[in-house]
């Protein structure tokens, strides 16, 4: 198809950083309250709305996902105060329903407790979180409005699901974390001063809210001097209600840690660690006895204990020692559950209190778990094991026995035997092996023509594990194969491989995907005129980098709500929060040229033929913000030299993703995949 792109004016912005300008011809799109910007969404909109209904199986594709969406999800069950609760979905809901039935009884007297679908007509308006009180009569849930990352809290009787007391406003980046009955603990940040969706926040506050009081006066606990200024603060209140425990950050890795004994009125908060140089929390307690997660000293973590009146490093006693596996831990029944990932996938052993191993937890296959969590006297837990060929189970697992049985499977029309899925290593660029997990259906010939979805992430600590999606799995059904690599940035093997993939090491996580890619051309799975790339946010980064460095490499570009203009992140919301695995431009002159190398907003150049491209976007992302993409975008259509379409695709009252409705899922996931089999030249879909 012939494409006219909209015009994109450009203004003399200069910016000059340790002596060399750079240029930033549309500096004007951050501005996301003009006339001017929204003019250039819609008439962006308008151009990729017009080429993707011309594409002949669109609505194909999006039938497709919602007759295989179309079966009912329901969650694990959660005990609070009489009431055992879950959330579940009908099938095609925007939004997940909660129910409720009375512990002991039929859970087929389960009736409706909370429907978000209530809360607006077209589901934009979501649920973001729910805590209850101690006693369980009591909860306090936050809503999102459009997919922003401010939210509101509403306070309710759990007894008769009336709203208790005026709405608390302008919260973002918190939990609600009860004190008993009587309040909770959240964290904010001042309003900012210009848009509330792009201006920076970088002072975090923790609050307590008692009930029955209004919002302006909640106490302020922390955060509210300059000695005391951090841009995220995390609050939770032990389990037995002895401990306030808060984690001060300054980026979204390593975290001071304190702690205040709420017993003692008047009590000072005590410094368990006063430097951001590592990951640590407390876990749980047993009296004065803490049990603390860190990677202090153990990159890949370990459990230590330490007594609450005198909790700093050097008393600390290693609990569960490092292994050469990382650990995620949590506790349950009287139990600490230690899980680790093995070469990406889990493997989980349950411990007493005294250190002692009780068992290896017998899991029902290779995939990742979750869910090893539970009250102190609860005698069962439930856990959900997925991998890319096995949609959700939840399991029933009996505490005092370590016996696992099936308690939901879902009805999804789909067949595991049909599909294989195996893990390959490869070398990057300096020598070091990557894991990547392969997946389609069984029987493909590997002869360089499969449509091939690699997708990446690779940052923040992130681990990518083996989990079910009903969107790939009509990709798999289509005849695609799905790849997916496990980057240096993400967090698979402990802080070192984390480690190396930040700041001047960004150029590994790019190298990684670029030898998975040649990996699986090199190995007939696909090739070039067959390859996708895909990512979102730190992801959509990385498609925008591999893109731009190798842009013969791949047909199609899938960059989602990406980190696009590194040179200016940080000064958007919380985006300086980013700094510790980007770097930032103010660093030094050093940082600045390595940064610049790779950006993808600067690293767009005049003459070469890049592949067709669908950058996707919303236009209330507060996290990563819509100017990222815009940009890109606007860099690409002027400097595309090939026929390959470069589109942008801006959903509407749409954030970062968390709490997008069903409905706009299923739209955004068949115009991508249209888009990709179109411009791989497939007139009619693969069978």
């Known amino acids: 198809m012939s494409l ?11 910016d000059t950083y340790f002596g060399e300008e750079v ?15 929204e ?38 069950p959660f005990k609070e105060g009489n009431y055992t609760y879950f959330y579940k979905n009908d099938g095609l809901q925007n939004q997940y329903v909660i129910y409720r039935y009375k512990t002991g009884e039929n859970p087929d007297t389960a009736t409706v407790f909370l429907d978000p679908n209530t809360f607006s007509e077209d589901g934009t308006v979501s649920l973001g979180g729910m805590n209850f009180s101690k006693n369980g009569k009591l909860a306090a849930y936050s809503i999102s409005e459009g997919g922003s990352d401010w939210r509101k809290v509403l306070v ?64 302020l606990i922390y955060g509210g001097t300059e000695d005391q200024k951090h841009r995220y603060i995390s609050a939770q209140v032990t389990e037995d209600d ?99 990932m093995v070469d990406a996938v889990s493997q989980v052993k349950q411990y007493d209190y005294d250190g002692k191993l009780i068992r290896e937890v017998e899991l029902p296959g290779v995939g990742s778990v979750g869910g090893f969590g539970a009250e102190k006297e609860d005698k069962a837990l439930y856990y959900s094991f997925t991998n890319y060929v096995t949609p959700g189970n939840i399991y029933k697992y009996d505490i005092s026995s370590g016996k696992s049985e099936l308690f ?45 979805m690699l997708y990446g992430y690779g940052g923040f600590d992130i681990s990518l594990t083996p989990s079910f999606s009903i969107t790939n799995a009509i990709w798999m059904e289509m005849g695609g194969i799905y790849a997916v690599p496990n980057l240096r940035g993400g967090g698979e093997y402990g802080k070192e491989w984390h480690d190396g993939g930040i700041k001047m090491k960004k150029q590994n996580v790019f190298d990684d995907f670029i030898a998975a890619a040649e990996y699986l051309i090199a190995n007939d799975y696909t090739s070039k005129e067959y390859l996708a790339i895909r990512g979102g946010s730190n992801g959509g980064l990385l498609v925008g980098a591999t893109m731009t460095q190798r842009p013969d490499l791949m047909q199609v570009a899938l960059p989602a709500v990406g980190v696009m ?30 940064i610049k190398g790779y950006s993808p907003v600067h690293n767009v150049k005049a003459g070469n033929d890049y592949p067709a491209t669908l950058v996707t976007t919303g236009d209330h992302d507060d996290r990563v913000v819509p100017a990222h993409s815009f940009k890109f975008a606007a860099e690409l259509q002027e400097k595309q030299t090939g026929n390959a379409p470069v589109l942008i695709r801006i959903e509407t009252d749409a954030g970062h993703g968390a709490g997008t409705p069903v409905s706009k899922t299923i739209e955004q996931t068949a115009d991508i995949f249209a888009f990709t089999f179109y411009t791989m030249g497939f007139e009619k879909l693969p069978k």
């Open 565 to 594: 203009d590194m040179l200016r992140y940080h000064t958007f919301t919380a985006g300086a929060g980013w700094a510790y695995d980007y770097g930032t431009s103010e660093d030094s002159k050093e940082m600045f040229e390595y």
């Open 39 to 76: 003019a250039w969404v819609k008439a962006e909109n308008k151009v990729t709305y017009d080429y993707l209904e011309k594409i002949p199986y669109r609505e194909e594709i999006k039938q497709k996902l919602e007759k295989i969406w179309n079966y009912e999800k329901i969650g694990a």
């Open 4 to 14: 006219e792109y909209p015009e994109t004016k450009k203004v003399d912005t200069i």
């Open 23 to 37: 240029k930033d011809p549309y500096r004007w799109l951050e501005d996301d309250r003009s006339a001017e910007t």
């Open 408 to 452: 939901q499977k879902p009805g999804i029309n789909f067949d595991p035997e049909q599909y294989e899925s195996k893990q390959v290593f490869y070398t990057s660029k300096d020598g070091t092996k990557v894991p990547m997990i392969i997946t389609h259906k069984k029987g493909i010939k590997l002869d360089g023509k499969n449509p091939t």
């Open 242 to 340: 002895h401990y306030l425990i808060i984690n001060p950050r300054t980026s979204t890795s390593g975290n001071k840690l304190m702690i205040k004994d709420l017993t003692k009125p008047g009590s000072d908060f005590v410094t368990i660690l006063d430097n951001t140089d590592t990951d640590s929390g407390v876990l749980d307690n047993v009296g004065s006895k803490l049990y603390i997660a860190t990677n202090r000293n153990a990159p890949n973590r370990k459990i230590v204990t330490v007594d609450a009146t005198n909790p700093t490093p050097e008393n600390w006693v290693d609990f569960i020692p490092e292994t050469k596996n990382v650990l995620s831990p949590s506790t349950g029944g009287g139990s600490i559950f230690a899980e680790y």
């Open 156 to 219: 309710m009787n759990a007894e008769n699901s009336e709203i208790m007391e005026d709405t608390l406003k302008d919260i973002k980046f918190s939990g609600m974390s009860w004190l008993g009955n009587e309040g909770f603990y959240y964290s904010s940040y001042d309003k900012p001063e210009g848009s509330e969706l792009s201006a920076k926040t970088d002072q975090h506050k923790v609050y307590y809210h008692k009930l029955g009081t209004p919002q302006r006066d909640d106490a």
